[in-house]
Structures are given as C-alpha cells and as structure tokens.
Nanobody, 124 residues
Framework: QVQLVESGGRLVQAGDSLKLSCVASVVSSSTYTYPMAWFRQTPGKEREFVAASYSVGMSTEYSDSVKGRFTISRDNARNTVYLQMSSLKPEDTAVYYC???????????????WGQGTQVTVSS
C-alpha cells in the first residue's frame, strides 16, 4: 500500500505562483517506477486530471487547461512529486490530489493510490 501526503496548498492571488508537494511512502523498489499524477476537484464536479509524470523516459503529460503554466516533476531520492503552478487563475481553485498507480499504461485512468488533498484557492 502506497501512502501519499500532499502539502503546499494555500490562498494566493491571481497571477501568483505556488508549488505543491506530494511525498510517497516507498513499499518496494518498484514504487519508484509508478506513474504519478496530480488531479483536482471542485464541489459538484468530477475529479479532473491535471498532470502526470512517467518514470519511463521521464516523460510528462498535461491537461490543456494547465499546459504551459504548470510543471510536474519528481525527485525519486526524496520520494516526492511536485506541481509547480504559475500564472494562477481563479478557475484553478480546487482541492488538488496526488495519485499513483502500479500500471505503466499512460493516461488519466487506473490510479490506485490517492492522497487526502490540499486546498488551493486563487482570488481575483
């Protein structure tokens, strides 16, 4: 069982930058290979994919709504994945969740492990 703990969410102004962190408990050496991602959710809406990091090829994926503004990165030595958010907009306000999955299949589905979430609020 992989446990994920997010941090870094807070109230910011539109146009500001913010960096979220997610620390993963390491179950085995294969944990370092798990795809890891960030999702977000606002009340009454479905959870939305934001960004993913794949250890294979060190590649990344982003939703169109954050591409060019957000950057996902991972530090396996610290068992941590980050989400650097820039040029924040009020519509980025949400609870941000960190997720991981055993499957190496790319895409926003199949995530097995979830953190508890961290609130990001962007005021206009």
């Amino acid at each position: 069982q992989v446990q994920l703990v997010e941090s870094g969410g807070r109230l910011v102004q539109a146009g500001d930058s913010l960096k979220l962190s997610c620390v993963a408990s390491v179950v085995s050496s294969s944990t370092y290979t798990y795809p890891m991602a960030w999702f977000r959710q606002t009340p009454g809406k479905e959870r939305e994919f934001v960004a993913a990091s794949y250890s294979v090829g060190m590649s990344t994926e982003y939703s169109d709504s954050v591409k060019g503004r957000f950057t996902i990165s991972r530090d396996n030595a610290r068992n941590t994945v980050y989400l650097q958010m820039s040029s924040l907009k009020p519509e980025d306000t949400a609870v941000y969740y960190c997720a991981a999955k055993r499957s190496m299949v790319r895409g926003p589905s199949g995530y097995n492990y979830w953190g508890q979430g961290t609130q990001v609020t962007v005021s206009s």
